[in-house]
Every structure is written in structure tokens, then in C-alpha cells.
């Protein structure tokens, strides 16, 4: 086994679980109309009125919420294979709740775990089947209604619903950035980028206004798909080690969050599964985000 299917199994090196994102509704803001009645002709006191209008009500935003934590995390990630993609299950299979827009369009039943169900793609190499698992095998595939392309999908099982995140395609060949950022539809989805520390437990700096946001997410758009030997995923991990990896979340409308791993000082950020390389525009516009942060290195094992 090398270093890149090391990566794989995995989910990179000491990949914890992407903490619990939260989102407020915003309350519906009163407004107040003004009222004058001028006299004409004389010169009388003029009466001013003031009202409260009545609320308009707001339409309820579809919302994501996890109920709990995983029970035990193994650092081996939960996945499953549908439509030619491969999916991870997002907090390592924590379960979540649905309000506002409960799945209802079903995609087919997860039959077999994933291990004995392989095939032969045209080049002969092994593939995992659709709808096999390692994790909630017999459990129901919906699509949400709000996710594009599948992108996200949920899987109902024992009661509880679970999600999963395309993080590559099942005969591994490359996804773009651009055909991973229009799947996932965060142009849209997106509401604010928190920079957190390598594990995810610490935010180390929030970008809240729009034109940061922005950027952000177009910069992403330029970045190439990184064809990486084993001493480049070497250097990666030693990145990790050393405190330079940081991960990107990626605040969602739906009160979820996705989550991306960046390393500035190599130019390297990760989609799903895969590394992409950073264009020098990119730093040039962002990397100061990343200046005189500070987090503890890993420990290494």
C-alpha cells in the first residue's frame, strides 16, 4: 500500500470530525409606516400617526441539523457507492434531522457492503458496485431536494437519517475543481468561511462579509487538479505535522457545513478525495488570510 491509498482509506492524516454547524433564522424585522396629515390653507399643528404593520411572514428555510455525535470513530471513514461516485458519510455517520424538507424521492436501497462487491472497469481495474456500503447496509438512498447533481444524498436507515458527500468517483479517475464546486452548488449555498486549525475544533479566523466570501469560492474555481507523487504526499503530511494545514468550512443556508483542507505554503487544497493545486493569483488575493495564524502541530504516532 502507498502513501496515496493510504490517503484514502483514511480521509488524510488525523481527519477528525467537522464540528456541528449552527445557523439562525432571522427574525422577521417590523416595520413601521409613517402617517402625516397637513392642514391646508392654515396654520394648524400638524398630526403625525405612527402604526406597527403586521409581519410579513418569511418563507421557512429548509434546515439540516445533527442530532448527535457518531458513537465511536475508528479514523477508517463510512462510505458507500452510488451512480459511479463513491461518498463519505459526513461526521463519520453521525446522525441528522431534516425539518422543513424531509427527503421523499427515493434512489434505490444500499444491498451489500462494499468489500466483495467489486468489478472491472474498461481498464480492467477493480470498481466498486452502486449501492454497496460500509456503513447502514439495507438502508434507503433519498435524494435532497436542495442538493444538485446528488452532490449530497441521504440514507435513511433504522429510523435515523444519515448523509453522504461525493468525495470521488468510483474508478478514481480525476474531478475538476469547477466539476466538483458546480456539484456541490456552493456559490450558492454558502453563507460564511470559517479558517479552523487542521483537527476542526479551533476557528482561527471567520470571513463573514460577501466579497471574502466570494472570492474565496472563485478562486477555487481555478485551481488544477494535482497529479501527486508519493514524496509530494509525504510533504503534505509533514505539512500537517508542522501546523501548516488548515481546514476551510465552508458554512451552508441549510445550517451544515463542508469542509476543505489547505495547505498555503505548498499551494495545495483539498475537494473530497482529491488535491488541487493553487494558482499564484489565488495566494496573491488570500493567502494574508492566512498570516500570523497560529495552531498546535499534530502529534505524531
Request: some cysteine; aromatic content about 10%.
Amino acid at each position: 500500500m502507498n502513501n496515496k491509498d493510504l490517503f484514502k482509506m483514511i480521509g488524510y492524516i488525523d481527519d477528525q470530525l467537522i464540528e456541528k454547524a449552527h445557523t439562525a433564522r432571522r427574525a422577521a424585522k417590523k416595520s413601521y409606516a409613517l402617517w402625516g396629515s397637513v392642514a391646508a390653507c392654515v396654520a394648524l399643528v400638524s398630526g403625525l400617526a405612527f402604526y406597527e404593520s403586521t409581519p410579513i411572514p418569511q418563507p421557512a428555510t429548509p434546515q439540516i441539523f445533527q442530532q448527535s455525535l457518531p458513537a465511536s470513530p475508528t479514523g477508517i471513514r463510512k462510505l458507500l457507492t452510488y451512480n459511479g461516485y463513491r461518498y463519505a458519510f459526513v461526521d463519520d455517520g453521525a446522525p441528522f434531522k431534516f425539518t422543513g424538507s424531509e427527503p421523499v424521492k427515493l434512489l434505490g436501497t444500499l444491498v451489500a457492503d462494499t468489500g466483495p462487491e467489486t468489478g472491472k472497469n474498461t481498464e480492467g481495474s477493480d470498481v466498486e458496485k452502486d449501492y454497496t456500503a460500509t456503513f447502514a447496509v439495507g438502508g434507503k438512498l433519498y435524494e435532497i431536494p436542495a442538493y444538485p447533481s446528488h452532490f449530497r444524498i441521504a440514507v435513511q436507515y433504522e429510523q435515523n437519517f444519515y448523509l453522504a458527500e461525493i468525495v470521488a468517483k468510483v474508478n478514481d479517475s480525476a474531478i475538476s475543481a469547477k466539476e466538483y464546486l458546480d456539484m456541490s452548488n456552493l456559490k450558492e449555498h454558502v453563507r460564511d468561511i470559517h479558517i479552523l486549525n487542521h483537527a476542526g475544533n479551533d476557528v482561527l479566523k471567520k470571513m463573514t462579509d460577501s466579497s471574502s466570501v466570494k472570492s474565496i469560492v472563485e478562486g477555487l474555481y481555478t485551481a488544477k487538479t494535482a497529479d501527486l507523487t508519493n514524496r509530494e504526499f509525504e510533504g503534505i503530511a509533514e505539512a500537517q505535522s508542522q501546523g501548516k494545514s488548515y481546514q476551510l468550512k465552508f458554512n451552508l443556508k441549510d445550517g451544515t457545513g463542508m469542509a476543505m483542507y489547505i495547505i498555503p505554503e505548498l499551494k495545495i487544497v483539498s475537494m473530497g478525495d482529491a488535491y488541487y493545486q493553487l494558482p499564484d493569483r489565488f495566494l496573491d488575493l488570500s493567502g494574508d488570510l492566512f498570516k500570523n495564524l497560529k495552531q498546535d502541530a499534530l502529534p505524531l504516532y
